[in-house]
């Protein structure tokens, strides 16, 4: 449960600052307590005057004591910063927890492609399993539709053929109904009542396929445990990735392309952030990629600037939106707040090992090629090749994308801005790629 307070607030120096001017403004003096009774700031000989919450959600977090209405009007633009925080907070941490699901199942993608047999997918399966969810008994049942049986192959429990008790009659459910089970106490579930219980909690997913059921995966423990949505949502991948990779050879691939997919929707999902830059990132995936193909790129290379490109703005998930939404120019403290996003990109990508090689593609994609750009003021091929081609692609865009501050350049002129800072900004050898892919139609360019 992410927590903001209110000192924490206030400890802000952007707060601090907007709460100053505002105070400024309204010619008053206030004091300000957090929930716990403690003045974080203000006189306190100050006469008290009213009292206003400050609330987080429902929850009150602290308390603006000053004349009315200027204090009630404080309170409620504290409480307008604290849920905004809040947003930003929630939207850092569910991005980090889907990386991190998608760092988990890719490197389940990969130990599980290959000429492997069901035995050897369900061992693997298993093991990543109990590295992600508590338990003791791991088990798949493959079931034998002919003697209608189940094959049980498990981890820390018996392998014996045929499963029994509990386990059995919560596992023909799943299968029969195709429905995940969640069971922290079976001794409380109607079924189960009055009778003798080997095991306590429970967690059983369907293995589906496009026509079938062929099993079931799950999790059961002697003692009670307290599984939770996101067990079961983790356990529910795991059984769609064994069955697809028993049904299909071609597992590899599909897993290859739902990464680079959910990668991409996470980078427009954090892009719907700046509604002046909607389809920032498909355009800029386009141009990359296509820059790449007029350069006879090797196909992994291509797909480190397809990804690259797709997370090259990642980190202005650390930006705060006063900065990143401002319609007006920005002041030297900001646009040095601006130069740290290719850096929190960075320290995005780091948890992801997969995603280690297109680093320097998103970090650099700011650097100019005459040494002036950050964050490093690289120059020429110091400047990673990827970085380079992302760089061309994403100024094109910027140039030929309306913003809030700005009108979008007619093609030509964008085109001629590419040409007149060749050699400077950008490497002329991606330039030259980018104008032949415009001549030839490799590169589509955006309206």
């Known amino acids: 449960m992410i927590q903001i307070s209110l000192k924490h607030l206030l400890n802000k120096k952007e707060v601090s600052g907007l709460l100053d001017e505002l105070l400024a403004a309204m010619k008053i003096n206030i004091n300000i307590y957090g929930i716990d009774g403690i003045s974080l700031t203000g006189n306190e000989d100050i006469e008290p005057g009213e009292k206003y919450s400050v609330e987080l959600g429902k929850e009150v977090i602290g308390w603006v004591w000053g004349p009315a209405p200027q204090a009630k ?107 995940a089970e969640l069971i922290n106490d079976l ?32 999790i059961s423990s002697t003692a009670k445990l307290n599984y939770t949505a996101q067990d079961l949502k983790i356990l529910n991948a795991l059984s769609f990735y064994v069955a697809t990779t028993i049904q299909t050879a071609k597992l590899y691939d599909d897993l290859k392309e739902t990464f680079v997919t959910t990668i991409y929707t996470l980078a427009e999902t954090i892009e719907k952030r700046d509604p002046y830059t909607g389809g920032h990132t498909r355009r800029v995936m386009a141009y990359s990629v296509a820059i790449a193909q007029v350069l006879q790129l090797p196909q992994d290379a291509i797909e480190r600037v397809r990804m690259a490109a797709i997370l090259h703005d990642i980190g202005k998930i650390g930006v705060s939106d006063s900065i990143l939404l401002k319609s007006g120019e920005l002041t030297e403290e900001e646009f040095q707040e601006i130069k740290m996003h290719p850096i929190y990109g960075e320290e995005i990508l780091k948890h992801i090992k997969q995603l280690h090689d297109i680093i320097p593609g998103v970090k650099f994609h700011h650097e100019r090629y005459d040494g002036l750009g950050y964050p490093e003021n690289l120059a020429g091929k110091e400047i990673d090749l990827t970085a380079r081609i992302v760089a061309v692609a994403d100024s094109f865009d910027a140039m030929t994308t309306n913003r809030s501050y700005k009108d979008a350049l007619p093609l030509e002129l964008a085109l001629d801005e590419l040409r007149i800072n060749a050699g400077t900004q950008f490497d002329p050898l991606i330039v030259n790629a980018f104008l032949h892919g415009c001549e030839t139609g490799i590169v589509k360019l955006w309206r």
């Open 187 to 218: 001794g409380a579930d109607h079924r189960f009542s009055g009778k003798s219980l080997n095991i306590v909690s429970m967690i059983c997913a369907p293995l589906k396929t496009k026509n079938q059921n062929i099993g079931v995966i799950g």
């Open 73 to 179: 009007t404080v309170a409620q633009f504290l409480s307008y910063l604290a849920n905004k925080e809040l947003e930003k907070k929630v939207l850092a941490e569910e991005t980090l927890e889907k990386y991190k699901e998608i760092n988990v199942f890719y490197e389940i993608g990969e130990k599980l492609a290959g000429n492997l047999n069901k035995y050897e997918i369900a061992i693997l399966t298993l093991n990543e399993a109990r590295r992600l969810i508590p338990g003791e008994d791991y088990f798949i049942l493959f079931y034998n539709e002919d003697d209608k049986r189940f094959e049980n192959i498990s981890l820390g429990g018996s392998n014996t053929e045929e499963p029994f008790g509990p386990k059995k009659e919560i596992a023909e459910n799943v299968l029969h109904n195709g429905k």
